[in-house]
């Protein structure tokens, strides 16, 4: 059965950095482009950043340009999201998730095409 599992989450300062990891198991899934979304108290699912199977496609949330970088290592069935100069509205729970098409091209930002998501992981960012 396909898995995603997130980790790397916690509590930083502002202007800190984490880098979490989403581990993927049960699929190939380095045959498809993966994705990070947030999701803060009291407001809707957000898309940050999403990655093509091959990598050579990225896209990012506009917020998060230039401080957070999406990558992955097919041969651990990982991808990561290195989150650098966090912001207080950087506060959510980041769920990565895995694209329905085999080997996309590009990278979207299109939630509907999303079809395998893990269970998430809270970030805090303190002011």
């Known amino acids: 059965q396909a898995r995603l599992v997130e980790s790397g989450g916690g509590l930083v300062q502002a202007g800190g950095s984490l880098r979490l990891s989403c581990a993927a198991s049960g699929r190939t899934f380095s045959r498809y482009a993966m994705g990070w979304s947030r999701q803060a108290p009291g407001k809707e699912r957000e898309f940050v950043a999403a990655?093509?199977?091959?990598?050579?496609?990225?896209i990012y949330e506009d917020s998060v340009k230039g401080r957070f970088t999406i990558s992955r290592d097919n041969a651990k069935n990982t991808v990561y999201l290195q989150m650098n100069s966090l912001k207080y509205e950087d506060t959510a729970v980041y769920y990565c998730a895995a694209d329905s098409r085999p080997l996309a091209a590009v990278a979207t930002r299109k939630d509907s095409l999303y079809n395998y998501w893990g269970q998430g992981t809270q970030v805090t960012v303190s002011s």
């Open positions: 990655l093509s199977w091959s990598g050579g496609s990225t």
